[in-house]
């Protein structure tokens, strides 16, 4: 008999969790207009992550943060070796 895994869900929070989604977007939207990163960056790096195989269910398999969360603070990086963003 072979043994059937599920891969892994690779989706941001919007399609995981929508309610999780929202918290983390006001969290996001309350954070301070100078150390947020502008809405390009931000949008490049959630592609990064939407495509890494590290990506659970819009949690970083490396640091366990949420990655919506991550990229939006400008200072922030990608926690791989080496960086994805
Ligand atoms: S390792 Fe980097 S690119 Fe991959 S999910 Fe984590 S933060 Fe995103």
Known sequence: MTETRLKPCRCLLDEAAPDLARTVREYVESL???TRAE???YRARLRVCEACDALRSGTCGLCGCYV???AAKRVQNCPA???KW
């Open 32 to 34: 301070p207009e100078e």
């Open 39 to 41: 809405e390009a960056l």
């Open 68 to 70: 919506e969360a991550r």
């Open 81 to 83: 070796v080496p960086r």
